[in-house]
């Protein structure tokens, strides 16, 4: 008995064969939108990441500005 003499096997070979492909379809949709998101995260937070880490790493290497109190102190000496 060959596939091709019977419609009912056909039908069930077509059905098997249609839900196989969707799968196939729905996990490579799947792994793109993984790889999009996955992406844009990265680039989100390495954006976050320069923006919040440059900041504090440059506030280490320049000196504090003196305050004006303190250049007033140190202008007049102590009193007392």
Known sequence: MLIGSNVFL????????SVICAYGA???HQWYMHSMDRD?????????????????AARGSRPEAPSRRSRA???TGPRG
């Open 10 to 17: 056909q039908s069930i070979v077509y059905v098997i064969v």
């Open 26 to 28: 729905g996990r490579i």
């Open 40 to 56: 844009r995260a990265f680039r989100e937070g390495y954006n976050h990441g320069f923006h919040t880490l440059f900041p504090l």
């Open 73 to 75: 102190n140190s202008q």
